[in-house]
């Protein structure tokens, strides 16, 4: 593999805080929701959804984790040594663009890949016939989904060409949820019930070595007759349900909270215009303090003017125009507030002005977003 010289470097002063205890809290009550043969895949594609997937692999190898599952090859080839012999599913499917390499490596590491269709099981037939290495693979059944599944029909001529195979073997056949995080579960249902027809017509749960799983954080939480084999629990790993829940039946705790320091203060005077395009105006003198994070680490533009930070137990609100790396906040109403003095950008508490929750719902998004757009140069320091 071509080896690319990183120019990654860290920022300590932009501090990531994740609380190990509250993230292994949290995969023991996801676990307690399924039965106790049911398996735990923690998902940690997208630098463990923002949080630094080494620091996450870490701290979840001391934790009860069966599995690990990632968006790309590369990622579990970065983990693959944190992750001691447990298994690393690769979701993004393996298709010819993947070089011959990549389909060699996964063998040999024992990476488990989805297949989704004919072409890619002929390319890696086509790669690893006359070896010795055998390939495991996830069936990925459409039930829809509606984006990289292969039809129940196809699905079924691929089982049997995989029969035929000897170098490759069925790991797993699964199936992902479109709405399980709605309050209306009727298409989750129907998606259950074409994956039921699937595993019933093949006897596919009478296959031992087969691990047969569907449900994401949303489907592990509130469709218990679909946890399976296993389940795939990202965003609830972090602390998040896929979307505010007013009454949760397993309590989850946001791992994460990101800090960084004031590194001015500015009297402005009443009417004297704050940042870029001159978006905000203060009526009144006012103490401001620049915040040395901005768009470029994930801290979005649109989060100008509207968004707060936290100073202890104070907010304060962010004043005129987010730029590239610095942020302006009024602090005129805290308190003996000082330069150097450590701000909360992102708070670990659902009920924060900051939680990843309200700053989502102020980008008009997903919590996921807000959380997997903290740049990977933020310290992440692990407690
Ligand atoms: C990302 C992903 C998950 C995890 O989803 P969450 O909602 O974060 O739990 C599970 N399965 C697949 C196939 C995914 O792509």
Partial sequence: MKVYRTQHYIRPDLQAHIHSKDLLENVRNLRSLCPAHTKFCAVVKANAYGHGITEIVNILQKGSVDAYAVATFYEALHIVSLTK?????????????????????????????????????????????????????????????????????????????????????LAGVFTHFATADEDDL?????????????????????????????????????????????????????????????????PLKPVLQLQAPITQLHRIPAGHSVSYGRSFIPTRDILAAIVPLGYADGYRRCFSNRAQMKIGP???????????????????????????????????????????????DLAETICYEILTFIHAHVNRIVH
């Fill in 85 to 169: 012999k447990k298994p690393i599913l690769i979701l993004e499917p393996i298709s010819p663009v993947w070089s011959v390499e990549q389909i060699r490596i996964s063998a040999r590491e024992g990476f488990e890949c989805v297949l989704s269709s004919t072409e890619s099981l002929h390319y890696v037939t086509s790669i690893l016939s006359g070896t010795s290495l055998i390939l495991r693979v996830h069936l990925k059944i459409e039930t829809g989904m509606g984006r990289c599944g292969v039809d129940p029909a196809t699905a079924a001529s691929l089982l049997e060409a995989i029969e035929d195979c000897e170098n490759i073997r």
């Fill in 314 to 360: 104070y907010v304060a609100p962010v004043i005129g125009r987010v730029c590239m790396d610095q942020v302006i906040l009024d602090v005129t109403d805290v308190p003996a507030v000082q330069a150097g003095q450590m701000v909360t950008v992102l708070d670990n508490d659902h009920n924060s002005p900051c939680s990843a929750y309200a700053l989502a």
């Fill in 186 to 250: 009727s298409y989750a249902e129907e998606q259950i019930n074409r994956f039921e027809q699937f595993l019933n017509t093949h006897r596919i749960k009478e296959r031992r070595k087969v691990t047969i799983h569907a449900a994401n954080s949303a489907g592990t939480i509130k469709l218990p007759h679909a946890h399976y084999d296993m389940v795939r629990c990202g965003i609830a790993m972090y602390g998040y349900y896929s979307r505010r829940m007013a009454n949760p039946p397993v």
